[in-house]
């Protein structure tokens, strides 16, 4: 987690296709940033690719001091379109939220697959030919492996998918 006397963290908005950018941007200023990741895959030409997406595709969290007037450095920075604000000044991001993600995510900012699935939750498959079908998780094997439920053209079926390759709806 990450807590500096003064600084809060806020919600700023990318340009199009300029959050990893943005996100080095910051960092060069010397922006404490946060840029959650998940991976996605999507078919294209014929063949399932997956790739690093942001979670929240168009935003990026940065921590700063905003009595200082840090925030307009930020706005200003090249991949940035504005910090979301309510009235004149930007509105800072409840800390705890942050928490959550940040504890959600390894390292690198990728999220983590949810510890605590049980039988009869809806989840989504993240990866595979089976990517955006949502499922019901029928049952959890022993070494992580998931049974789910999905309904495929009319009728149930039963995959074995792995527990990173779920989301909870």
């Known amino acids: ?27 060069r200023q010397g922006f404490k940033t946060f840029l959650p990741l998940e991976e996605e895959t999507r078919q294209r030409n014929g063949k399932f690719v997956t790739a690093m997406r942001p979670l929240f595709p168009g935003y990026i969290f940065v921590a700063f001091d905003a009595a200082r007037g840090f925030w307009r450095t930020v706005n200003s920075t090249y991949g940035i379109t504005r910090l979301v604000s309510f009235g004149n000044e930007p509105t800072a991001v409840p800390l705890d939220l942050v928490s959550y993600l940040m504890q959600r995510c390894d390292a690198e900012g990728k999220l983590l697959p949810a510890t605590h699935l049980s039988s009869g939750d809806k989840v989504t498959l993240t990866t595979g030919p089976f990517a955006n079908f949502v499922a019901e998780v029928e049952k959890i094997a022993p070494d992580r492996r998931v049974w789910v439920l999905m309904d495929i053209m009319g009728g149930q079926t039963r995959v074995a998918v792995g527990a990173d390759q779920l989301r909870a709806v």
Request: hydrophobic share 35%; net charge positive.
């Open 1 to 27: 987690m990450y807590h500096d006397r003064g600084k809060n963290w806020f919600l700023a908005q990318v340009k199009p296709n300029c959050a990893n950018i943005a996100d080095k941007n910051l960092k």
